[in-house]
């Protein structure tokens, strides 16, 4: 699934992995990781990779608008814009 991701989004040597903008990919592989679990007999519920993705993507879209809530209403500071190296 991490494969699948970097080639679609033409990732480089300088940037293998995806960003945090690019969450979809966090729901990719563990519907993968789930998939696969059943697959092996090792899984303690049964579904295909389309259930297992949509419930991925709603469980971290709920995270993330959880995180928006919390950081409009200052509990949370709003992320840093800059990359970590460039911060002091």
């Known amino acids: 699934a991490l494969a699948e991701a970097a080639r679609a ?3 480089s040597a300088d940037a293998i992995l995806p960003t945090m ?3 979809e990919v966090a ?3 563990a519907a993968a990781v789930a998939t696969a679990a059943v697959e092996e007999g090792l899984a303690a519920r049964q579904a295909d ?9 709603a ?5 993330r608008e959880a995180t928006a809530a ?3 209403a200052g509990t949370i500071a709003p992320r840093p ?7 002091a």
Not at 49 to 57: L, S
Not at 81 to 87: C, D, G, L, Y
């Open 9 to 11: 989004r033409g990732l």
């Open 21 to 23: 903008n690019d969450w």
């Open 27 to 29: 729901a990719d592989i």
């Open 49 to 57: 990779r389309a259930v297992f993705q949509a419930e991925a993507r």
């Open 59 to 63: 469980a971290i879209l709920q995270a």
């Open 70 to 72: 919390l950081m409009r």
């Open 81 to 87: 814009t800059a990359p970590a190296s460039e911060r």
